[in-house]
């Protein structure tokens, strides 16, 4: 039941409420391209970190808000494990979209994992999924306030 639970945590971590009240009303006109572009670095950076199995990276990204206490360094590890397991490795990632939301950017990858076939010699078995990331404004910087595979 615990891995369960772990694995879930990881591919469906969820957004974090109380964090919600303090987010500034943002116009999706007034979002910069520079801004988009440093919340799809940082939606890259996390992913190489699950990949890589790097929890002070991936802990640096997602900051010191209610959502980074639910992931401490033991539960990313075993996270990562499990669903490493049942998914296999990250070979790549690309950035998709944002899809238009008020208040937050709700933003899409598609990620390929590649694990070995239960059959010796057979070739490896290739999956996708798609990751999102959920960032809001905070005091003029984006924060990470959720994110999941779907």
């Excluded at 670095?41 to 890589?52: H, K, P, T």
């Excluded at 992931?71 to 998914?87: G, L, P, V």
């Excluded at 990632?93 to 950017?105: A, I």
């Excluded at 490896?124 to 999102?132: D, G, K, N, T």
Aim: overall charge neutral; charged content about 25%.
């Amino acid at each position: 039941m615990k891995k369960q639970f772990l694995t879930l945590l990881l591919t469906s971590l969820m957004l974090v409420g109380g964090g919600c009240s303090n987010l500034s009303s943002t116009d999706s006109k007034s979002t910069s391209a520079a801004a988009e572009k440093e919340e799809a670095v940082i939606g890259d950076r996390i992913l190489g970190a699950i990949r890589d199995k790097n929890y002070p990276e991936f802990h640096a990204l997602i900051g010191q808000g209610a959502f980074a206490k639910e992931m401490a360094e033991k539960d990313f590890n075993t996270s990562c494990e499990q669903f490493k397991k049942q998914f296999g490795r990250i070979i790549q990632f690309s950035f998709l979209t944002e899809l238009k939301t008020p208040g937050v950017k709700n933003l899409i990858w598609r990620v390929t994992f590649e694990r070995p076939s239960a059959n010796t010699g057979g070739d490896p078995i290739r999956q996708e999924l798609l990751f999102r990331l959920v960032t809001a404004e905070l005091e003029g910087k984006a924060e990470v306030i959720g994110m999941g595979f779907l």
